[in-house]
């Protein structure tokens, strides 16, 4: 089956600063990408996501790029606020969705 | 739309007692899947109905059972609970995973089942 990997697992930044979280993925079947973001006793909200026929998509603050050759895929945060603070998720997908462990992001003010 | 929604919010239950956990999609999802949520192993895929079929199901032992009505509603079972099953149990809805365009996945808040 597909096998995620997520990384960094934890990881500080100054408020105003980008903030980078990498995924790899096993399955070179797989062909949709989501993000999800988790604040804390909150449930899991998608955020972003990315096809495979697609190499980079961005929605205002957060950017999403896909290296189907690599399998690798990465969250991008520019100009990170105190609201960005919580833990993020990327997922890998053909119809089944295999969860990376996920990183807990810190914006300091 | 109104989102997914899971009941009970919280449980807590003792060991060997079983549970029944209940969601309901986005109105027109189809497809269920259900996820066991721990801090030391993340999200982890318990199983996923689509039209009252399961159709995947993860690495799981047999304890943990599911089913999908027809209105896509599904429940989660859980039988001769053990201290390990304390978890946040998430399900989440989406259109149909196996096309393209249907796989964007929305989760409801969980249910926290503690077993004591």
């Known amino acids: 089956g597909e096998n995620v990997e997520q990384h960094p697992s934890t990881l500080s930044v100054q408020e105003g600063d980008s903030a980078v979280i990498k995924c790899t993925y096993s399955d070179s079947a797989s062909n949709y990408f989501p993000w999800y973001k988790q604040e804390l006793g909150k449930r899991p909200q998608l955020i972003i996501d990315i096809r495979s026929n697609v190499g980079e998509k961005k929605d205002q603050r957060i950017a999403v790029t896909l290296n189907k050759t690599a399998k690798h895929f990465s969250l991008h945060i520019t100009e990170t606020q105190p609201e960005d603070s919580a833990v993020y998720f990327c997922?890998?997908?053909?119809?089944?969705?295999?969860f990376g462990t996920g990183t807990s992001l810190t914006v300091i003010p | 739309k109104a989102g997914v929604t899971q009941t009970p919010r919280y449980l807590i239950k003792t060991r060997g007692q079983q549970v029944t956990l209940s969601c309901s999609p986005i109105?027109?999802?189809?497809?269920v899947s259900w996820y066991q949520q721990t801090p030391g192993q993340g999200l982890q895929f318990l199983f996923e109905y689509f039209s009252e079929t399961q159709r995947n199901k993860g690495n799981f032992p047999g304890r943990f059972s599911g089913r999908q009505f027809s209105n896509s509603r599904s429940e989660m079972n859980v039988s001769t609970l053990e201290l390990g099953d304390s978890a946040l149990y998430l399900c989440?809805?989406?259109?149909?995973?196996?096309?393209?365009?249907?796989?964007?996945?929305?989760f409801g808040p969980g249910t926290r089942l503690t077993v004591t």
């Open positions: 989440a809805s989406s259109l149909n995973p196996w096309t393209s365009g249907g796989n964007e996945q929305y």
């Open positions: 109105s027109g999802h189809r497809s």
């Open positions: 997922a890998a997908s053909r119809n089944q969705f295999y």
